[in-house]
């Protein structure tokens, strides 16, 4: 069992910035990923940015040049640095982590259960 916690969500202003936090914890052999989505209401689940295990990370374009991910392997966190908010940021964001295990020699994907983000005036 893994456990994914995210932290850090809340109401801030357009232009204003915004830090998450997720965490994994539990029988992790060897994560492949961990990555943020997001939720609008009436909108698919999308997403936003990834992290691999070799460094590379990938953004949407909507986020590109706002936002950053980072990762602290020693810790098996990642960060969201979210720069120049607008308001169609507004969701609820979760954290995905992809494990390997050794034991069984497949991979499993988890989810967070969400932190909210409010962009607004």
């Known amino acids: 069992q893994v456990q994914v916690v995210e932290s850090g969500g809340g109401l801030v202003q357009p232009g204003g910035s915004l830090r998450l936090s997720c965490a994994a914890s539990?029988?992790?052999?060897?994560?492949?990923?961990m990555g943020w989505y997001r939720q609008a209401p009436g909108k698919e689940r999308e997403l936003v940015a990834t992290?691999?295990?070799?460094?590379?990370?990938n953004y949407a374009d909507s986020v590109k040049g706002r936002f950053t991910i980072s990762r602290d392997n020693a810790k098996n966190t990642v960060f969201l640095q979210m720069n120049t908010l607008k308001p169609e940021d507004t969701a609820v964001y979760y954290c995905?982590?992809?494990?390997?295990?050794?034991?069984?020699?497949?991979?499993?994907?988890?989810w967070g259960q969400g932190t909210p983000v409010t962009v607004s005036s």
């Open positions: 992290y691999l295990s070799d460094g590379r990370t």
């Open positions: 995905n982590v992809d494990v390997f295990s050794i034991v069984t020699m497949r991979s499993y994907n988890y």
């Open positions: 539990g029988s992790i052999g060897s994560i492949n990923s």
